[in-house]
């Protein structure tokens, strides 16, 4: 999976973090508070998503409403999953990767592996 590029976070953090459906004005009124950026550049990165599979989209009247297909922890696992596709021992990377976690991110990783454990069993 590629990385999304600097626009195309910019625009999926604001889903992610309003958590509902949106048009593109509202995503440029929110990125044009910090920054400027076209209204044309923001509904084609937008149509981008969409067609990556990112976004879906419904009309509401003469706009359209996007709404995400994957949520931010599901984008994130899978730039992990990549991480670890580079490495030819994945083991050995998962052991380096697990060495930075802090003491919160390891009882947390616990936690998930005893959970997909019992999930496997049943």
Do not use: C
């Amino acid at each position: 999976m590629r990385r999304l590029g600097d626009l195309e976070a910019e625009i999926m953090d604001r889903f992610w973090t309003w958590n509902r459906p949106a048009t593109v004005r509202e995503v440029v009124d929110d990125i044009n508070r910090v920054r400027p950026v076209a209204y044309t550049t923001v509904m084609t990165v937008t149509n981008i998503l969409y067609s990556k599979g990112w976004l879906l989209r419904d009309k509401q009247g003469r706009a359209w409403l996007y709404t995400t297909v994957r949520s931010r922890e599901a984008y994130a696992a899978a730039l992990m999953e990549d991480g670890l596709g580079a490495s030819k021992d994945r083991p050995a990377a998962l052991v380096h990767f697990v060495e930075n976690m802090s003491e919160d991110e390891v009882t947390a990783l616990r936690k998930a592996l005893r959970n997909v454990g019992r999930q496997a069993k049943q």
